[in-house]
């Protein structure tokens, strides 16, 4: 009898072993698209927003690839760098072969469109600027709060509007510096907030923003603080801290609201083993819990809500396999790690690659856009698409 109980003890440990499945990853890959190629440019960090009518439009920027030219490298600041999109009125599956060029920065090189489609239509895009100087004129610029790099001096955030689905543009809008930043422009001018990652428009109409700052002590790392609108972007003021901490470097902050109406934040980080870290706000932005390690790398994150309120968050993976990963998560956002992870790019030709962002194109189906690279070659503006299960 021993021996019989303990055998069907078991064979029954074993078949629940067989009928357990593992978790649903919730998305299952269908095929990558290209969405805009040209060998002599580096083009690089995609959104996208699907207008009302169903059309596609991803915005990126695009300067010239200066190994071309005779450089032995390329660099993300660009006295060239111009901000462009394309447009798809099929889902994704085509798209415009000649680029609209839709803002060129007067005083230097564009970053990071990054798109946001309101209730009422409009877009916003938010973006930020490095203006080249010769080296004679570095030790001239404003000490020690301008912040350069080689050549290049941060010039700070800005974003546009349009009325008409991209056609056209407002002039930049200059937010006001978030709380405590002490850098400055190369004008001497308090450095105006900026951020590359989506907004999110909440429910009660408000626009939130999470921007990186230096810290008040002028550290070398960032933090991330909320700004907010109550006119779509015309006007900003600032709420409160969002993430910061004396070992780590937070950046790069999509913002997302649940349907129970918290705030959650998605923030790249450096310190802290490339790894996700969440911030949550209960109160609409007034404030934010503690900062949490989301438990897996990427570089960066972009959040979107699907049909049944999960929510898929992509990143890019600048490790070996480089490429695109995604997660879907519950519609609270609460145990990020425990989402089982889809790889949908491993193909990568080294770091520079990802920003993935991500939206709907059928009620069943999301489109995943990126830059990539092969071997080292030209930075193309490519696409996944991906079956929502």
């Not at 590359?196 to 002590?217: F, H, K, N, Q, V």
């Not at 879907?328 to 030709?349: H, I, K, N, S, Y």
């Amino acid at each position: 009898m021993k021996f019989t109980f303990i055998a069907l003890l078991g064979l029954g440990f074993a078949a629940g072993l067989v009928v357990a499945a593992p978790p649903s990853p919730g998305i299952r890959k269908i095929e990558d698209v290209m969405i805009y190629a040209d060998p002599q440019y580096h083009s690089a960090f995609p959104s996208i927003v699907r207008r009302p009518d169903g059309e596609l439009v991803v915005a990126f920027r695009r300067a010239p690839d200066r190994r071309l030219l005779g450089d032995e490298r390329f660099t993300h600041a660009d006295p060239n760098s111009y901000l462009m999109l394309v447009r798809s009125q099929d889902a994704g599956r085509t798209w415009t072969k000649d680029p609209q060029m839709f803002y060129a920065h007067p005083f230097g090189g564009s970053q990071d469109p990054c798109l946001v489609q309101l209730s009422d239509a409009s877009l916003i895009c938010a973006s930020y600027g490095w203006a080249w100087m010769p080296s004679a004129a570095l030790p001239k610029l404003p000490k020690p709060h301008t912040v350069v790099m080689n050549n290049f001096v941060f010039l700070g955030g800005y974003l546009l509007k349009s009325a008409d689905g991209g056609k056209s543009w407002s002039p930049p809008i200059i937010p006001p510096r978030s709380e405590g930043e002490p850098r400055v422009d190369i004008f001497g001018k308090p450095l105006a907030a900026f951020n590359r990652g989506a907004m999110c428009e909440g429910r009660d109409g408000r626009l939130y923003w999470a921007t990186a700052a230096s810290p008040a002590d002028g550290a070398a790392r960032t933090e991330v603080h909320l700004m907010i609108s109550a006119d779509k972007g015309v006007t900003w003021k600032y709420s409160c801290p969002i993430a910061r901490d004396a070992r780590a470097t937070f950046n790069e902050t999509s913002l997302y609201e649940t349907p129970k109406g918290d705030l959650v934040a998605f923030l790249r980080t450096a310190g802290l083993n490339d790894h996700l870290v969440v911030a949550r706000s209960t109160d609409h932005g007034k404030s934010f819990q503690k900062w949490e390690d989301g438990g897996f790398q990427g570089h960066p994150f972009h959040a979107t809500r699907l049909p049944d309120n999960r929510v898929l968050l992509v990143y890019g993976y600048r490790h070996p396999p480089y490429g695109i990963r995604a997660r879907v998560l519950d519609a609270e956002c609460l145990r990020p790690a425990a989402a089982p992870e889809t790889v949908l790019r491993d193909d990568g030709g080294g770091i520079d690659l990802g920003y993935p962002w991500a939206t709907m194109v059928t009620p069943d189906r999301a489109l995943v856009v990126y830059y990539f690279n092969r071997a080292d070659g030209t930075r193309t503006i490519e696409g996944t698409f991906v079956q929502v299960e």
